[in-house]
């Protein structure tokens, strides 16, 4: 594919040579095509997407209750949801590049929201996830389309102040979800999880048609690499659900590396065609650029490190600690609320320094956010917690906003959507590897503690079935208590499952803190995106 934007194959740097635009920019009218108006339009869309990341969760337990299902069901609401838009993002980039992000945007508004709609009117679990599945799908067509916009309409020095606010409304929506979901599965209906998103996407399909203006590269693509499409499909989907069913199969088993290795084999297999077709899905020469890959990779050791990390938190808050769903939340605000007014300001502080130190100071911050977590024990106070939570949300703040910097502005413009969506995928990916990875960790330790603390408490033998049992209700700091069981006992069963649980999650969080010091030198590979002038000049601030 010929391309009017140089890609960069040299070292990492923060000073980028001004590019020209590929081709004029449509010029904005008033409201449409106006900068500050297209991101709140694109945040309204996005919110509803990361809302449901979280939220869902929260409903799940009334999901089965209602439906009759199991819980086997009730895990592929979630998985059927992260696979679609997983799989679908790179994909979905594509499109946006090929028809105009601002179509692409609207079509995954709307199908969003219908299917939101439809998941609230099932009556049983196969149309619930079902449903989810073309709510993953329709949300992979809105992703990266909503930051195509935003590169598209924001010149260069007022991109990372945007991309800092969209930051900010995924950060928020994504600790908000099981706020909002505590409190309208307790007051309303699991239901209301689902139909809040229809009210969100009307208003974000009002605000699409007045607002948002079309912007397409001269030299966009033209075709469709059909085969590309179906080898990443086939190679992302293997990886994803290696990483979903690893915790129950087991990382020895042959099934999970029959999926790890057949996901490389299609990755390896994309890459031979990549290089050979006329208009590839991804081109190669997009991961010539250092600071391009160093973002992608630090945003999957990012996901790794926060996903991973506060997996094992909310079930330290509400298992151990006892909370409800909606305390748990509210004690995790410190975090939402760093996210929210640090996202902002670390687009002005990389604009001014560009992304190498603050990048590197963030995730130092994650590193030693990750070891105070590790530090957590059964009787830790609320004061204790939240400077850590606070700590981590101000160092995930330029991470989230420096690479996906990083990522879009060193593609050129009329690979924006597949930008987008790379850095969407890096940061499902990393989460799913981080649950996954951490999850065994945690498996791993309180496997090796549970017998002899058991022993130590002086509680009955239990068999090898029950000791089974015994593990998986610990990982998530569950007591493994029978009914009928004394009081006396039932306090040492406790001790022992809270102690062990924290054992874990103390190593699974160190895990994620050297996985951050990783990140830090990563993040010396990065510099300002050397395309991002391209097609924002004739934009109207």
């Known amino acids: 594919m010929t391309s009017q934007t140089t890609i960069d194959t040299t070292g990492p740097g923060d000073k980028a040579p001004a590019a020209p635009p590929p081709g004029p920019a449509p010029a904005a009218s008033g409201l449409r095509g106006h900068p500050w108006f297209t991101l709140i339009t694109v945040a309204v869309g996005v919110m509803m997407v990361a809302l449901d990341g979280t939220i869902v969760a929260i409903a799940n337990p009334a999901i089965q209750k209602d439906l009759g299902a199991t819980f086997a069901q009730v895990q592929w609401i979630t998985n059927g949801y992260f696979l679609a838009l997983a799989v679908s993002l790179i994909t979905a980039g594509k499109l946006g590049d090929r028809f105009g992000h601002r179509q692409t945007f609207l079509i995954g508004v709307v199908g969003f929201a219908a299917a ?63 706020i909002l979901g505590g409190v309208l599965v307790e007051h309303v209906n699991w239901q209301s999880v689902f139909f809040i998103n229809v009210p969100v996407g009307i208003l974000a399909l009002v605000l699409g048609g007045l607002i948002l203006l079309d912007h397409r590269a001269d030299n966009a693509p033209r075709s469709f690499d059909i085969l590309g499409i179906v080898l990443l499909s086939g190679a992302m989907f293997c990886l994803v659900w290696a990483l979903i069913k690893a915790p ?51 945003m999957v ?17 509400q298992n151990v600690h006892g909370m409800s769903p909606i305390d748990a939340g509210l004690h995790l605000l410190p975090l939402t609320g760093m996210m929210i007014v640090g996202s902002p300001l670390a687009g002005v ?9 603050p990048l590197a100071g963030g995730m130092a911050a994650v590193a030693i956010a990750m070891y105070g977590m590790s530090t957590l024990e059964t009787d830790t106070g609320s004061g204790i917690m939240s400077v850590w939570f606070a700590l981590l949300g101000l160092g ?29 995928a890096a940061m499902q990916i990393g989460g799913s590897l981080g649950t996954a990875v951490l999850g065994a960790v945690m498996a ?7 017998p002899g603390n058991w022993k130590a408490a002086g509680l009955p033998p239990l068999t090898p079935a029950q000791l089974d049992q015994a593990s998986e209700a610990v990982q998530v700091g569950v ?13 040492k069963i406790t001790g022992v499952a809270h102690d062990t649980f924290i054992s874990g999650m103390s190593l699974a969080s160190l895990v994620a803190a050297v996985v951050a010091v990783v990140a ?22």
Do not use: C
């Open 116 to 178: 939101s709609g439809a998941i609230g009117l099932s009556d049983s679990i196969a149309l619930v996830v079902t449903f989810r599945v073309f709510q993953g799908l329709f949300g992979a067509l809105l992703m990266p389309a909503a930051l195509g916009l935003l590169r598209a309409t924001f010149p260069a020095e007022k991109l990372n102040m945007a991309i800092g606010i969209w930051g900010m409304v995924i950060g928020a929506s994504t600790a908000g979800g099981p």
């Open 248 to 298: 129950a199969w087991g990382w020895g088993d042959g099934k999970t590396w029959a999926f790890v290795v057949g996901s490389a084999v299609l990755f390896a297999a994309f890459a031979f065609w990549e290089a050979k077709v006329k208009e590839p899905l991804v081109p190669l020469g997009l991961f010539r650029s250092v600071a391009l890959s160093a973002g992608v990779v630090l």
């Open 301 to 317: 050791l990012m996901a790794i490190a926060f996903m991973g990390g506060l997996f094992f938190v909310t079930f330290y808050l």
């Open 349 to 357: 502080l990389i604009t001014k320094l560009g992304p190498r130190i």
């Open 396 to 424: 995930l703040a330029p991470v989230m906003v420096g690479a996906t910097e990083v990522i879009v502005g060193n593609a050129p413009m009329e690979l924006s959507g597949v930008a987008g969506g790379l850095q969407q």
């Open 444 to 450: 791993s330790k309180v496997d090796s503690d549970l």
């Open 479 to 491: 007591a493994p208590v029978a009914e009928g069981t004394p009081e006396a006992i039932v306090a």
């Open 520 to 541: 830090v030198f990563v993040a010396f590979l990065t510099k300002r995106g050397e395309n991002a002038e391209a097609g924002a000049g004739a934009a109207h601030i």
